[in-house]
């Protein structure tokens, strides 16, 4: 499902409510550094069509036109959402797309978030950073405990390691969303106590001031895929639970 614009919605998100969304990739292909089994956008390979990204003064002026419309029409919004084909942390005016944001919001709608879906590859970098401890909802993702399990489900770009996304998860100090995909595959299973185990001693040492655990939703570029149900998920998480930590469950019912 790619999204044919910068500026996107508002559309309903089973996690933000009426979400507002940019996308900092091309309008009509995919650029990310990883390549997920379970991306709703398709495999890498197939949107490489288009390789423009929007510039910073693009998207300010897109924005700022949205929302506009959108306050004159009094739709309410509750979250400006980075999300797209791809990873928004590749744009290389990220940073200043966020203080831009950040102005428009307060501006025009500013009982709404800024929130940005980031498969945390570029918290290290230092100006990547910055800019996510700015937003109210820096949602990181960590699907697996292992750079072998994370190479099987996310399929990263050479170099990633978990430990250097894990050490740049330490600098907020627990005040960021740890976001986890939970699914089956034929050689990978979230529920495994090699996975649930290594993944929640993760959340327990990062202390994130809330977890957003999730299943599949829409149709899968890999075959083979199967989603949890609620209940399924609830009951895995549930040490985590009965710990305090703030646990938000997507899924089937």
Known sequence: MMREETVFGPIHS??????????????????????CIYCECGWNRDGRGDTVLPTAAKVRNDLENKL??????????????FSGDGEPTLNPEFPRIIEDTIFLRDAYYPK????????ATRVHIPAVFDALRKVDNPILKIDAPTDDLVARINQPAPGYQLSRVIEAL???????????MFLKSPDFDSSSPEVLDGWMAIVRHLKPREVMVYTLDR????????????????SLVRPLLDEGFHIDIKGKE
């Open 14 to 35: 089973r996690r933000l409510g009426r979400s507002l969304g940019i996308n900092l990739l091309p309008t009509k292909g995919k650029i990310c550094n990883f390549d």
């Open 68 to 81: 506009i419309e959108l306050m004159l029409e009094g739709t309410p919004i509750d979250s400006i959402t």
């Open 112 to 119: 709404a978030k800024v929130s940005v879906l980031s498969n």
């Open 170 to 180: 330490e600098g907020f100090g627990g005040n960021f969303v740890l976001q986890t």
């Open 219 to 234: 149709p899968t570029p890999a075959q083979g895929l199967q989603a949890f149900t609620v209940e399924e998920m609830r």
